[in-house]
Structures are given as structure tokens and as C-alpha cells.
């Protein structure tokens, strides 16, 4: 156990509105990089179901618009990574927001993950369930998926979010998104159930919210090193969750990444001819799923988009490497080269994801000719 250094504030703010819930941690973040607030944690849960788009997904790539109208269900783009989820009043948010100039604070993304989810896994232990943390960023309990979570910078403050399960829609979730055919759909729901579990899965008599909260209360103070002070929103966090809604409401927030590539998206469905190329492709990676959208002239790229679940950070360098990468041959090693060196002069970190294999899905599609 470590021994208690500072102080840090605990807002547990109950339920809030759906999109709330990803606006505050964006606000406290600006807040703590601005030095007008403290290293903070967030406790909350969203009244009312959303879907919640990762910074660096299509939206209508990943997500079935149109049902989610029907439902009336909120699109919420996040400022971290990762994929589309469905999320509801079943699960507990954790939102840490913490200074990178703190001691406490590991100096990469990937020890970010290791440190701060030490408290989530051990809070399952507590329960009764035999969690374990997986890298990049997944808590498990035999292979199964107890917890989501991601992380990002905003400034000089480190954000990282996640989510303890008691609960999971795991039909709403299949329908959510947006898949080739209804027979997909099925067995996307039927591997959801497979891969992922929840508490009420796990245990015959869950615990109650609030003693989940004490236990994750003390947990990150025992595995920060910190004393969890509980405290309110500031005036100015007030004033920055207000002027955030109103910009994670609109469509130019939640169409972000088609907004940045218009030019390119609207070729996608069309025949290029002579010496222009489009493909698209789609590659794994341990860090998430990783796409890549490219045209090419003489071999050399012309245009380029790079979208998936993956994370990215600082986040808003994807759309500087795709910059430096116009005109650049398509070819894996020298690609590798350029990628490692972005990588380097603007401190990139993407957990689980290379250089190489952005460098490999470029190239596949590229040879993806339409």
C-alpha cells in the first residue's frame, strides 16, 4: 500500500443527462490543465441510455443512425478512442483527470492504465469476482470483459475513463450498430454475451451502488497514493460543461472525422479512372481496429483517411500524420520510417498500435483498387 502524498478532489455527482456524462470530464480536464482545479475523480452513472463514438470513428460507418433516431437514443462523440458503445444507467463511471506534473501521474499512457485501473480491479476482487487487468486497457474475469476504458490528454492533464458493469443490454448494444445483414447482427450479439460479462453474471447477490463506490473510493486511494477530498463543480467547470454541450451537440462535433474528409468520403462509392486509385481497408490490432481510406496517383498518396476504435494521443495528431502523409510512396518500410519518425517529433503514443501497422493497412489498401 502506498502512503498518502496529496489530496485529490472526488465528485460523486450521481446521475446525470447522457451527454453530461462525457462533457464534465472534458470540462474538469480543461480546468485541471488551466490550473484552476485539482486532480479529480468523477463518479457518475447516465440517467438515460446513449451511444457513445470514439474520437476516431465514422459515424455512420459504425453506427445505425437511423435506428438510433427511431429510439431517440443520443449519439455522443467522446474525446478519447476507442469503439461505439451502448451505455446506460447499469454501469458506474470512473473519470480521472490528473495533472501530468504530479509525481503520482505515470509519463505514458500505457503506465496511465496499468496505475489508475489497479483500483477498478481490485474493487471486482472486493466483490467476490477474480478480476484481472489485461493491456492495453481491459479488465477481465477469465477471459471475459468486466470493464471498457480509455484514455487521452487534454493539455497538460491525463483523462482516463471506465466503467464498472453491473448490468449490460447486450441486444441493444448488437442493434446499435451498424452491420452487413440481420444474420450478422445475431452473431455479434451472441459474441457480446460470450466475451463480455457484469457483475449480476458474476454474482448471485450484487453488491449496491454505493458500496461500490466505497470500495472504489478507497481502492484508488490505497493504489494512487492520494486522499480522495469530496468536493462540488467549480463555478468555471459549471460555465465549461455549459459551452462543451452546447458543441458536443452539434452535428459538426458529431460528424467530426466525415467533416474533415469530405472530399474523400463522397469518391468512396465512385469509379476513379486513369492513374488514380481509391481502397479502403481494414486491419486488427491489439489496440483496436484500425481503417484506413486512401487514394493514390502514381503509387504516391493522394489522399488519406485514417478512422477505428483505436486510441490516439494527442488525439487530434491523426489528422496531422494523415497531413505528412500526403504524397508519400506507398511502400510498408519507408511509410514505417515516416510514421515512427511523426511518432517521435510529436510525442504520439497509440497503446497496442504501431507505426507498422498503419503503415500495413495503407498499404493494403492501396492495393485494394476500385
Request: proline fraction near 5%; glycine fraction near 6%; charged fraction near 25%.
Amino acid at each position: 500500500m502506498s502512503v498518502l502524498t496529496s489530496d485529490w478532489r472526488l465528485l460523486d455527482l450521481g446521475d446525470l443527462p447522457p451527454t453530461t456524462t462525457q462533457v464534465v470530464y472534458h470540462a474538469v480536464a480543461t480546468a485541471v490543465d488551466e490550473n484552476a482545479s485539482p486532480n479529480t475523480i468523477i463518479f457518475c452513472s447516465p440517467s438515460d441510455p446513449l451511444v457513445c463514438l470514439g474520437y476516431h470513428q465514422e459515424l455512420e460507418t459504425e453506427v445505425d443512425v437511423d435506428y438510433c433516431r427511431q429510439k431517440h437514443l443520443p449519439i455522443v462523440r467522446r474525446i478519447l478512442g476507442g469503439g461505439a458503445v451502448y451505455l446506460d444507467n447499469n454501469q458506474l463511471f470512473y473519470q480521472i483527470m490528473a495533472s501530468r506534473s504530479d509525481p503520482a501521474v505515470p509519463r505514458s499512457i500505457q503506465g496511465l492504465f496499468e496505475k489508475f485501473l489497479a483500483a477498478p480491479t481490485k474493487t471486482y476482487n472486493d466483490m467476490g469476482i477474480p478480476a484481472r487487468y489485461r493491456p492495453v486497457n481491459d479488465i477481465e474475469v477469465e477471459g471475459r470483459k468486466i470493464s471498457g476504458n480509455g484514455a487521452t490528454e487534454v493539455g497538460a492533464c491525463y483523462v482516463l475513463t471506465g466503467n464498472i458493469i453491473f448490468d449490460f443490454n447486450f441486444d441493444e448494444m448488437a442493434r446499435i450498430l451498424r452491420v452487413p445483414s440481420e444474420k450478422f447482427r445475431d452473431k455479434v450479439a451472441k459474441t457480446l454475451r460470450e466475451r463480455l460479462t457484469t457483475i449480476k453474471k458474476e454474482l448471485a447477490e450484487p453488491p449496491s451502488r454505493d458500496l461500490v463506490k466505497r470500495l472504489l473510493r478507497g481502492n484508488y486511494e490505497a493504489t494512487l497514493g492520494v486522499k480522495l477530498v469530496e468536493g462540488t463543480l467549480t463555478s468555471k467547470e459549471r460555465k465549461l460543461v455549459e459551452s462543451l454541450e452546447s458543441k458536443y451537440r452539434s452535428q459538426e462535433w458529431l460528424y467530426l472525422v466525415e467533416s474533415e474528409h469530405k472530399g474523400l468520403i463522397q469518391k468512396r462509392n465512385l469509379k476513379i479512372s486513369g492513374r488514380s486509385y481509391l481502397g479502403e481497408a481494414i486491419q486488427k490490432t491489439p489496440g483496436g481496429l484500425l481503417r484506413a481510406l486512401v487514394e493514390t496517383l502514381d503509387d504516391k498518396i493522394e489522399d488519406i483517411m485514417i478512422t477505428g476504435d483505436f486510441s490516439f494521443v494527442p488525439q487530434g495528431q491523426v489528422k496531422t500524420l494523415e497531413a505528412e502523409l500526403i504524397q508519400k510512396e506507398v511502400a510498408q518500410e519507408a511509410l514505417s520510417r515516416t510514421i515512427h519518425d511523426f511518432y517521435r517529433r510529436y510525442d504520439v503514443e497509440s497503446p497496442g498500435m504501431t507505426p507498422e501497422d498503419i503503415a500495413s493497412v495503407i498499404v493494403q489498401a492501396s492495393a485494394k483498387r476500385s
